[in-house]
C-alpha cells in the first residue's frame, strides 16, 4: 500500500458526483461558489453574517475583523458571550433539554445517555465546585483525562466560569505533563484515578503526582479526582479532591460568565520545529463560530444525526468536533473510552451499528489497521455488521490513501456515503480545505477545495502564487475567525513561526500542496519542516532528539527522521551515536529497548522510534550540520545517490544503512 499520496495518483481517478442530497446545508456547486464569492464581495461581512447566524451573543458586536494589530487578528471583539451558554443552556431554551446529548460507550461496553438538561446540570455543578475553589475567569486549568462524560463537562465547566482550559492528551508522561501545566501557569489538575483503555488499567493520577514532584507545578493549587476505576491511589489531603465529593451538593445552576469573544477558551500544545511544544491559543467567540459552522457544513449535520467522531478529547479534533462543534448544533453524539481493536478489530463497526451512527469521522491510520485486521480475520471485517444508518464518513489528520479511501467508501460506506477528507490543524481551529457532502464532486486523495470565507493558496519561498500543477507551500492568504491568536505566553515565536515576513502577510501551514490544473483540487503532500506525522499524531524531530539526548549516560548525540510505513503513515527513525562502542546484535537490540521506553518515559509511547539504529557518528557537513535529507534516504532503504561531496565523513552512511 502506498501511504504518500501522490498529485498524480490522486488525479488519476475521475471526480465521483456528491450524491442527491435533499436539504443539504451546502447543497450543490452553485451554493458553494455563491458561498464563496460573498466571501470575496465582503470578507468581514460575510463572516459576520455567520457570526450572528450560529453563535448566540449576549451582547452584539459591531467589528468583524480587526487587523490594526496583524498578525494578531481579532474577531468581533467587542461581542459578549459564553461558550457553554451556546452549547447548553441554548439546546435547554430551543427545547431540546430532553434530547441525548452523549452516548457514552466504555472500554467494557458499558453505555451511557446523557441528555442537554442533565449536561447542563452536571457543567454547573462543576462550574460551582471550582469557583469554590477559587478558580476565576482567566485562570488556567490542566484536563489530563481519558475519554469520559467527566472530560467533556470539565472543558464545559471551564468554559462556563472563563477559565483557560488546557487538555493534555492521556498518553503523554509526567514530564511532559509537567512541562504543559508549568507553561501554563495552572492553578488547578482535574485528572481521574485511572483510565481503562483495550481492558488495561492505566495511571493517570500517579502521572499527575509524578509530574507536581519533578517541581515547578507551584502555582496547582487543587487536583480534581474523578474515580473511574476505583483502583488505590496515592492522596495528598492537602491538594487532592474526589470529583463526586467537590461537586455534590452543588447547585445545578451557574450563572454563564460572559466573556468578550477574544477572551482565550482553551490552549492545546502541539508540536513544531523545535523541541519545545507550542500552546497554542484559541478564542471563544471565532472559535465557536467556525466549529459550528463546519460541523454543520462539512458533516451536513441534521438534528436527527447521530455523529461519531473517535478522537481523543486530548487532540483538537475532540476540542472541535466533539467537546465544542457538535454540542454547539445540539446534536447527539457518540463518545468512546476505548481502542479501535478492543475486544476485537470490529468494535468501530459494532458501535456504529448499535448506536445507528449517521456521521462517522476517523482518522487515515485507524482505517488502515482495521483494513489489516479484517484481512487477516473475516469476522471483524465491516461487511459483517449492519452499517445502512450511515450517511457521511471522514477522516482527519494526515493524507488519506486512494486505497484506503477506496475500501472505506466501499466497505463502511456500501458505496453511497461520500467521505469528507477535512484538511486542518491544531492551529486553524477548525476545516479549512474539505469537501461538502452534497456539493463537491470527491477525488480519492484530495481535501478538494477551500471551506468557503477559506482564502488557500499554494505559493513558492518568495511568496508569489504559483501556477496549478506546481508543487509549493500551503498558505491562508486572509486571517479567519477561528484561527490561533498566538502561542501562549510567547507572541514573537508566534509570528514568526506562522507570519514569516517573506510571505507578505499569510498564514504559513507548514504542509506543502498542490493544485490540480482541470479541477483547482488541492492535495496535501506533506509537512515542510521537522514536523512528523505518526498516526495522525503531530511530533517535532527535535523534541525525540532532545528525549533521547537526555539520557545522558547512553547518548552522545541523535538525529531523528521520519520514513513512511504502511499503518502508521509515518514513522520515527532515530540514529544514534553512543557514548560507548557501537552496539551490534542482541547488545543493540537490548539498547535500543531501553532507549525507546526512555522515550516513552520523556514524552510519551507516541514518541517511542520504530527503528533505531547505532553508528560511530553521524553524516555531518564540514561546518559540523547533521545532514538529515541523507538520513532520511537511509530511513526509507534508498540508496545515497544524492550528492555527499559536502560530507564529513560519507563512510559512516555505509555504516548506518547497514545497521538495520
Ligand atoms: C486536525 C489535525 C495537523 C497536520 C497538518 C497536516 C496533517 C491533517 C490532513 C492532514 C493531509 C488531511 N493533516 N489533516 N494532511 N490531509 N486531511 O490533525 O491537527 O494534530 O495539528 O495536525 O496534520 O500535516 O499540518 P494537528
Known amino acids: 500500500m502506498e501511504i504518500i499520496v501522490s498529485a498524480n495518483e490522486a488525479r488519476k481517478s475521475s471526480p465521483i458526483p456528491p450524491p442527491d442530497m435533499k436539504g443539504a446545508h451546502v447543497a450543490g456547486m452553485e451554493a458553494y461558489r455563491s458561498l464563496v464569492a460573498e466571501a470575496e464581495a465582503d470578507y468581514s461581512g460575510y463572516w459576520s453574517r455567520l457570526a450572528r447566524q450560529f453563535v448566540s451573543w449576549k451582547s452584539d458586536f459591531t467589528v468583524g475583523l480587526d487587523d490594526s494589530q496583524a498578525p494578531f487578528f481579532k474577531w468581533f471583539a467587542d461581542g459578549m458571550l459564553n461558550v457553554s451558554y451556546n452549547c447548553l443552556d441554548r439546546q435547554v431554551e430551543r ?249 476485537d478489530a470490529g468494535r468501530f463497526w459494532k458501535m456504529i451499528q448499535d448506536h445507528r451512527v449517521t456521521v462517522f469521522y476517523t482518522a487515515p491510520t485507524a482505517i488502515r489497521s482495521l483494513i489489516k485486521a479484517s484481512e487477516g480475520n473475516e469476522q471483524v471485517h465491516p461487511q459483517r455488521y449492519d452499517l445502512a444508518s450511515l450517511r457521511i464518513l471522514g477522516t482527519v489528520g494526515e493524507p488519506i490513501n486512494p486505497a484506503a479511501w477506496e475500501w472505506f467508501h466501499r466497505h463502511v460506506g456500501g458505496g453511497r456515503c461520500p467521505i469528507v477528507d477535512t484538511f486542518w490543524q491544531t492551529e486553524t481551529g477548525g476545516h479549512m480545505i474539505t469537501p461538502l457532502p452534497g456539493a463537491t464532486p470527491l477525488v480519492p486523495g484530495s481535501c478538494t477545495l477551500p471551506f468557503p470565507g477559506i482564502a488557500a493558496a499554494v505559493v513558492d519561498e518568495t511568496g508569489a502564487e504559483l501556477p496549478d500543477g506546481q508543487g509549493g507551500i500551503l498558505v491562508v492568504r486572509k486571517p479567519w475567525p477561528s484561527m490561533i491568536r498566538t502561542i501562549w505566553g510567547d507572541p514573537e515565536r508566534f509570528r514568526s513561526s506562522y507570519y514569516p515576513p517573506e510571505l507578505g502577510g499569510s498564514y504559513l501551514a507548514g504542509d506543502g500542496a498542490i493544485r490540480d490544473p482541470a479541477t483547482g483540487y488541492f492535495t496535501i503532500t506533506g509537512r515542510i519542516d521537522d514536523v512528523l506525522n505518526v498516526s495522525g499524531h503531530r511530533m517535532g524531530t527535535m523534541e525525540i532528539e532532545s528525549a533521547l539526548v537526555s539520557c545522558t549516560d547512553l547518548v552522545a548525540e541523535a538525529a531523528v527522521v521520519g520514513r513512511p510505513d504502511e499503518t502508521t503513515g509515518e514513522a520515527i527513525c532515530a540514529f544514534v551515536v553512543l557514548k560507548r562502542a557501537r552496539p551490534s546484535g542482541d547488545e543493540a537490540r537490548q539498547i535500543a529497548n531501553e532507549l525507546r521506553n526512555w522515550v516513552a518515559k520523556e514524552i510519551g509511547p507516541i514518541a517511542k522510534p520504530k527503528d533505531i539504529r547505532f553508528g560511530d557518528n553521524l553524516p555531518k557537513t564540514r561546518s559540523g550540520k547533521i545532514m538529515r535529507r541523507l538520513l532520511r534516504s537511509v530511513a526509507r532503504g534508498e540508496g545515497i545517490a544524492q550528492d555527499t561531496s559536502t560530507l564529513e565523513n560519507p563512510a559512516i552512511l555505509e555504516q548506518l544503512a547497514q545497521s538495520n
Not at 178 to 195: L, S
Not at 317 to 329: E, F, K, Q, V
Request: with cysteine; proline share 4%; net charge negative.
Open 95 to 343: 427545547g431540546l433539554g430532553g434530547k441525548t446529548a452523549l452516548v457514552f460507550e466504555a472500554d467494557d461496553g458499558q453505555v451511557t445517555r446523557i441528555d442537554y438538561r442533565e449536561l447542563l446540570a452536571r457543567t454547573c455543578r462543576l462550574a460551582n465546585a471550582l469557583k469554590a475553589r477559587g478558580v476565576s475567569k482567566g485562570d488556567r486549568v490542566v484536563i489530563y483525562m481519558s475519554m469520559s462524560i467527566e472530560g467533556i463537562v470539565a472543558m464545559q465547566a471551564c468554559a462556563r466560569i472563563g477559565a483557560t482550559h488546557s487538555v493534555v492528551f492521556g498518553g503523554f508522561s509526567a514530564q511532559s505533563l509537567r512541562d504543559r501545566i508549568q507553561d501554563a501557569g495552572a492553578v488547578m489538575v482535574v485528572t481521574a484515578d485511572e483510565q481503562l483503555r483495550g481492558g488495561k488499567r492505566l495511571p493517570l493520577k500517579a502521572i499527575v503526582d509524578e509530574a507536581i514532584a519533578l517541581g515547578g507545578c507551584e502555582t496547582v493549587r487543587d487536583v480534581l479526582v474523578y474515580r473511574r476505576t476505583g483502583s488505590d491511589i496515592a492522596w495528598d489531603a492537602s491538594r487532592d479532591r474526589w470529583l463526586h465529593e467537590e461537586t455534590d451538593g452543588q447547585p445545578q445552576n451557574c450563572e454563564p460568565e460572559w466573556v468578550g469573544a477574544e477572551h482565550p477558551l482553551f490552549i492545546l500544545y502541539t508540536s513544531g520545529s523545535t523541541g519545545k511544544p507550542k500552546g497554542v491559543q484559541h478564542s471563544s467567540g471565532g472559535y465557536l463560530l467556525h466549529a459550528a459552522l463546519t460541523t454543520q457544513w462539512t458533516f451536513d449535520l441534521r438534528p436527527d444525526d447521530v455523529f461519531w467522531s473517535t478522537a481523543d478529547i486530548g487532540w483538537i479534533t475532540g476540542h472541535t468536533y466533539i467537546a465544542y462543534g457538535p454540542l454547539a448544533l445540539g446534536a447527539t453524539q457518540v463518545v468512546f473510552e476505548g481502542v479501535p481493536t478492543y475486544p
